[in-house]
């Protein structure tokens, strides 16, 4: 049997792949990636495909780059892991230095994980515990706000703080208790409710579920700016804002989820600089290690990091970490990505393609079953319907977005949809002629699947 058809075979039989409905997935012939070149992905046929979604929203300078392939070897040859458990490392300790230098002051210690569920996990028990230990009324806060439609990661912590039914509702009676805020998006709204009129409503909601239940809130958790899983929803401005002044007015901490929007994404390389705020505890991961390993960190500022001080017997400690804590090769990636975004100025190309990509929407944006195209920065979110005027969305029977997909990878692009939203993430540093031909290339297959599902 050839290569290409013995791996395909034993990736049907072994590999359960995430967010995956395998029973589907046999039938796809989906492809085995085994190299890569910059922005583009080459599969086990040869195959070449642009990487239209930064391999999951984590690449940032491309595939295979020099300088940070050069830093993780010279780690390597130095050592690939030892524990942060007790002991430190240089990577570690220059890493958590430059992202205090380039994070919103305040934020001043780095504690680190491995995943974007690991960081959020990481700050709702530090904000937990936060409470139970700090100077000024100490107590037990065991509730926290989230967004609809949230997503924070899938393990069971980050999970009690998602809001999206299609990936949480499974696991309700497992979850601890969260208070849900309205996420201030208006594309559909409460009949009877202007668009305005919804916006406004929850701004509001804040503030009354803040002045409610304050005293029981340990943290307010939000992915700033923009919500990624739940279709790259795009916020007001101000709402962050808003946000952060009323948890700072309740004695509530403030959790804001970078691990999508950091690292440039947004326009800056985080979100929060955007409306001026500092949270009280920042996740990062994704984009932290330039999409090349698995490094996470959540950050925190001395206020709270000194709640955990003390005698050992006092019981202050943070009892929390993972093996591959701070790994060494993940944070030698990190330091090479940061000094990259200096050199080759990506936040500069990160503007230049945000604008190329508002020109570029501006194309579909009158088609027939594009509802709304939403875009902050580089994150780019279309949302196929079946009727325009009415908004109503395609049945999942059809798995629009996935067509979509499929037609962009007959045509060597990759990329991924939540659900019948079409997402385009291209990787900060990726030229404007790639963008352009990712814009290309996902406008002919959307109308390809868009006319052929009106067509039958
Ligand atoms: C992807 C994502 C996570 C989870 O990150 P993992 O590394 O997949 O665990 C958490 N929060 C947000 C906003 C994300 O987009």
């Not at 020099?66 to 390597?76: G, H, K, S, V, Y």
């Not at 499929?406 to 949809?417: D, H, M, Q």
């Amino acid at each position: 049997m050839p290569r290409a058809a013995q791996l395909r075979q034993w990736d049907n039989q072994f590999v359960w792949h995430p967010f995956t409905q395998m029973q589907a997935y046999w039938d796809e012939e989906a492809p085995i990636i085994e190299s890569a070149e910059g922005f583009f992905l080459v599969d086990t046929e040869g195959r070449r495909y642009l990487d239209g979604i930064s391999s999951l929203w984590c690449n940032v300078h491309g595939h295979r780059v020099p300088e940070i392939d050069r830093a993780i070897r010279e780690q390597l040859e130095r050592v690939a892991h030892t524990t942060l458990l007790g002991l430190s490392s240089p990577p570690s300790i220059e890493l958590a230095r430059e992202l205090v230098h380039r994070v919103p002051d305040g934020l001043t210690k780095v504690f680190y994980s491995d995943s974007g569920a690991t960081a959020v996990e990481v700050a709702l028990k530090i904000a937990y515990q936060y409470h139970l230990q700090k100077e000024n009324r100490p107590g037990r806060r065991d509730l926290f706000v989230s967004l609809s439609g949230a997503y924070h990661g899938d393990t069971i912590g980050s999970v009690s703080v998602g809001g999206i039914d299609l990936f949480h509702a499974a696991y309700r009676s497992l979850l601890f208790e969260t208070v849900q805020v309205p996420a201030p998006v208006a594309y559909r709204v409460p009949k009877g409710l202007t668009a305005q009129q919804y916006l406004q409503h929850c701004f509001d909601e804040v503030e009354r579920v803040l002045a409610e239940h304050h005293e029981q809130i340990a943290a307010f958790v939000i992915e700033p700016l923009v919500q990624g899983a739940a279709g790259m929803l795009v916020h007001p401005p101000g709402y962050l804002r808003h946000v952060r002044e009323l948890t700072r007015r309740y004695g509530v901490l403030l959790i804001a989820d970078e691990v999508a929007v950091g690292f440039g994404r947004t326009g800056t390389m985080f979100a929060c600089e955007q409306e001026d705020v500092c949270p009280d505890l920042l996740c990062l991961a994704k984009g932290i290690s330039a999409g090349y390993l698995p490094l996470a960190a959540t950050l925190t500022t001395d206020e709270v990091f000194e709640a955990f001080l003390g005698d050992p017997a006092e019981g202050k400690t943070f009892y929390h970490g993972h093996t591959y804590t701070g790994n060494a090769l993940g944070c030698a990636a990190a330091l090479a990505s940061l000094r990259l975004f200096d050199e080759n100025s990506v936040l500069d190309n990160v503007r230049a393609n945000e604008k190329r990509l508002a020109r570029r929407l501006n194309e579909i944006v009158d088609w027939p079953h594009v509802g709304e195209v939403r875009q902050k920065g580089i994150m780019v979110g279309i949302e196929l319907v079946e009727d325009k005027a009415q908004k109503t969305p395609y049945p999942a029977t059809l798995r629009m977005g996935h067509q979509v997909t499929l037609a962009a990878r007959r045509r060597g692009v990759i990329i991924r949809p939540l659900g019948d939203v079409v997402v385009l993430m291209p990787a900060p540093a990726m030229p404007l002629e790639l963008v352009d031909r990712l814009c290309d290339v996902v406008f002919e297959s959307i109308d390809e699947v868009t006319s052929g599902a009106r067509a039958r």
